[in-house]
């Protein structure tokens, strides 16, 4: 089985969002996987996506501080024409990437106890961001 979804997530604040359930109610299919693989290739170049705890919400907030001491607002970047979160949006992106592929097992994400999806937003003002979904399985 093949199935292919696009999802549109609405404008959010920077920061990491949990993305799990959106992916889950986008994509039913997944519960009738035996075994698969779920495929998420965010369509954007200042924002990304990761695994990450999903249990603690310190643990989000610590990412982001992370990331802005990483890729600071601050540095001197030659792209400098969409604002100031900008570039820095990019070098984070490029650090997590834009993409995941995760098993499908006995019709559920294999994730581990604590992990869940994150979108990781990294400009002040975003745009909605969209997520091509591919799931094959059998």
């Known amino acids: ?6 999802i549109q997530l609405p404008r959010c604040g920077r920061g990491l969002h949990l993305i799990t ?4 109610d986008a994509t039913p299919e997944i519960a ?3 075994v698969g693989l779920c495929h998420l290739f965010l369509q954007h170049t200042s924002a990304s996506l990761t695994i990450n705890e999903n249990a603690d919400p310190d643990v989000p907030v610590d990412l982001e501080s992370s990331l802005n001491s990483i890729a600071p607002e601050d540095f001197p970047y030659a792209h400098t024409l969409e604002g100031p979160d900008d570039m820095p949006a990019h070098v984070k992106s490029s650090l997590l990437g834009c993409s995941l592929s995760i098993p499908i097992q006995n019709g559920c994400l294999a994730l581990g106890t604590w992990q869940g999806v994150y979108l990781c937003e ?12 591919t799931v094959h399985g059998e």
């Open 1 to 6: 089985m093949w199935i292919q979804q696009t």
């Open 21 to 24: 359930n959106r992916v889950l």
């Open 32 to 34: 009738e996987c035996r």
């Open 122 to 133: 990294h400009r002040d003002r975003a745009t909605a961001r969209r997520i091509l979904i």
